[in-house]
């Protein structure tokens, strides 16, 4: 069966016409999925109109390869027509990359992946997709839009190359001003009250909603920042306070002044039972606890609430190692599953503000996928991060001088028998 994808019949302007409208087919069908996926109504796109452009390319691209390789076998063409889409989609990608310094998409999760740009799982669906197109809806759509009125065609593609301009134009100046403002925001994060970077991050809510990767781009730039900052600020100060930590030394009397209710808490001094990553979690929490007040402290933000929430950043009380009822589900992941039980316990035990309660659910990002809302939380993670490495660590040199003493215990033994 022969597919018409082609009319010499009609115009240039009948062919605006029908790139708008797929163009237009293209942004309703991420609207569907991104107001699925995101449970709200999102204007998906780089555009503020109604328009994807990559879909109306895509389609120009599908249509094109369908009528140079008419007659061919379907798995050559299907190949060809994936390799062509696949090819364009990582273009786009990297010249916004390169061009707005900014990521829109991201597939590096996802597995068979090339630079996070494209994917085969998707690649495939694309051309799943264009298939069926070229065969099916670009036939039917250029039929009935070769009976239009010349006139009338040529009028509304005028206008839509007159209104497309304008909206492309309008749309690469907000997306400028929103790469300006993120590399602001990523130098001066920790310098910006919590006010000023809801603010920021909020005029720019429609572009975070239409490409959900680029807050994640955004954030783990952010977080990147603020981990080579506070590498610089450890450097000269962690002797000092790691000593003080495992010396088990008396911390500042002003600590221990906004700590003492939780510290002294009989439900709180449970975690004692519990052994954690070395040591109990009760030691774990009050090392987390004590390096984010002394951060925090040094960085000028909410100190007070850096340690309230870092001491119940892992408030459970149960064996994560070997869980069950009424704790925790077997079969459910203690590492996704504890921030909820931790605030739980400490809405149910304390008196806790919204930096504090921050703290405590976003503590294990990103694991959990929304990032941390407010600077001191993000300070939290990374000495919870910074503190369980090097237990790890110190646990494995442990370990590993262990087993070298035994060898030479035994290398020692051995000698004397022979």
Known sequence: MKYIVFDSGI??????????????????????????TQRRFVNAGFLFGPFIPIYGLGAAAAIILEYILSGWHLIPRFILLGAVLTAMEYLVGFFAEKIFKLTLWDYSENRLNLHGRVCLPFSLLWTVLALIFVMFIHPATLGRVSLADAASVKTAAILFLIYFAVDYSFSVVSLSAFRRRIAYLYSEYLNLDNVEI??????????RNAFPDLNRYVYNNINSNIRNKLNSFLKPIQDKIIREMQGRKSFEPEYYQIIRDIEEHEEFLKLKEYFHHNSSIYVHVQEVAYLSYRICKFLKLDYRSAARGALLHDFFLYDWRNHDVPDLPRNKFHGLQHPAIALTNARKYFSINEIEAD?????????????????????V??????????????EYQRRRNRRRRQKARNRHKNRHIH
């Open 11 to 36: 115009s240039v302007f009948h062919y605006i016409v029908l790139f708008a409208l797929y163009a237009f087919l293209g942004w309703v069908i991420e609207i569907i999925y991104r107001s699925i």
């Open 198 to 207: 809801e603010k920021i991050l909020t005029s720019f809510q429609r572009l």
């Open 359 to 379: 703290i405590i659910r976003k503590h294990m990002w990103p694991l959990t996928l929304v990032p941390p809302k407010y600077k001191e939380s993000f300070i």
């Open 381 to 394: 993670s990374f000495a919870d991060k910074y503190l369980s490495s090097k237990e790890f660590i110190n």
